[in-house]
């Protein structure tokens, strides 16, 4: 079964330094797409990146870059020169090929303070 | 672009009634929406896949005669939540699939907060 895991409940980072926000998946298709989203207080997700299974770089959007490694099943989010407007919860999510409807399925979420 | 938006973003109800909450694609056709539930500091749960012009799928556990969900156009779906009750208080999210997306990406919209009394 398909599955997404992230461990870590909650995390700081200071102001400036980058973070590591860990996500791990499980799934037997070969085609498969990851995606991190942000939610702050307000509730709204906000899509921040995407990598696909095939893709054989690693994707970046400006601050954020998601380090795959296909093999240890990992796609873990780098945000670097955290900022204040950072804090939020950070939810990992796959999409489900086998359906053919491409629903997602999530982890648990990270919630990142970053501290002043 | 690939906005959606959610109308009411809060809304109280008295237990027993219905509310329907309204779900558009604003600059995209979304043949495929969907809904999720997610209780405070909870992960996301989707409760159903919404295709245009045919019968939503429901996931395990969800009742279907409680959760009604219309998909009438490639823009607009709605969630009626019927008979109320305050367990069902939560903060519902929908999203939809930009049918012309490379990565068959989802949209959220921004969410509504459901509370009953």
């Known amino acids: 079964a398909q599955k997404i895991t992230q461990t870590q409940p909650g995390m700081f980072v200071q102001e400036k330094e980058a973070v590591t926000l860990d996500c791990t998946y499980d799934?037997?298709?070969?085609?498969?797409?990851l995606f991190w989203y942000k939610q702050p207080s307000s509730g709204e997700m906000i899509f921040l990146i995407y990598?696909?299974?095939?893709?054989?770089q690693n994707a970046t959007e400006g601050r954020y870059s998601l380090n795959f490694q296909k093999a240890r099943k990992s796609a873990n989010l780098v945000i670097s020169a955290s900022q204040l407007g950072d804090s939020a919860m950070y939810f990992c999510?796959?999409?489900?090929?086998?359906?053919?409807?491409?629903?997602?399925?999530f982890g648990t979420g990270t919630r990142l303070k970053v501290l002043a | 672009g690939a906005v959606v938006s959610q109308h009411p973003s809060r809304v109280i109800c008295k237990s027993g009634t219905s509310v329907k909450i309204e779900c558009r694609s604003l600059?995209?056709?979304?043949?495929?929406m969907f809904w999720y539930r997610q209780f405070p500091k909870k992960s996301l749960m989707l409760m159903a896949t919404?295709?245009?012009?045919?019968?939503?799928?429901?996931e395990q556990g969800v009742e279907k005669d409680k959760f009604l969900i219309n998909h009438a156009s490639l823009t607009l779906s709605t969630l009626t939540v019927t008979s109320a009750h305050p367990e069902d208080s939560s903060f519902y999210i929908c999203?939809?699939?930009?049918?012309?997306?490379?990565?068959?990406?989802?949209?959220f919209g921004p969410g509504t907060r459901l509370t009953v009394t």
């Open positions: 600059d995209f056709q979304a043949t495929t």
């Open positions: 919404s295709n245009e012009g045919s019968k939503a799928t429901y």
């Open positions: 999510a796959m999409r489900d090929p086998g359906t053919g409807t491409y629903k997602y399925i």
């Open positions: 990598q696909g299974s095939y893709d054989e």
């Open positions: 799934t037997s298709d070969q085609s498969y797409g």
């Open positions: 999203s939809a699939r930009d049918r012309e997306g490379r990565h068959y990406e989802q949209y």
